[in-house]
């Protein structure tokens, strides 16, 4: 059992930036491997980026490439999401999921989920 809480969401202007966290409790946050999705009103949950147990390896998708950066220290159990030139087409709840094996692209088989967080770009 991991239980996520997502924060740090909310209304910035177009070219600016937002820094998203994730903080775990409970289970061993260490063993999973934590990806960001997102999901605007009237889309599909989409994928966004993603690092395994270690931090070794960040996975991006392409419409956040070059903007985003995605961290996680092991020690705070917390995962972070830096999200810099903001547009508006990134307006969209946040959620963080944890997955223990697995690709990280597949978000309808991650195990865990937080709540998520809004974010809001307007222009």
């Known amino acids: 059992q991991v239980h996520l809480v997502e924060s740090g969401g909310g209304l910035v202007q177009a070219g600016g930036s937002l820094r998203l966290s994730c903080e775990a409790s409970?289970?061993?946050?260490?063993?999973?491997?934590i990806g960001w999705f997102r999901q605007a009103p009237g889309n599909e949950r989409e994928f966004v980026a993603a690092t395994t147990q270690s931090g070794g390896t960040r996975y991006y998708a392409d419409s956040v490439k070059g903007r985003a950066f995605i961290d996680r220290d092991n020690d705070k159990k917390s995962v972070y999401l830096q999200i810099n030139s903001l547009k508006s087409e990134d307006t969209a709840v946040y959620y963080c999921g944890a997955r223990f094996f697995g690709s990280v692209y597949e978000g309808d088989r991650y195990d865990y989920w937080g709540q998520g967080t809004q974010v809001t770009v307007s222009s």
């Open positions: 409970e289970g061993t946050f260490s063993s999973y491997k």
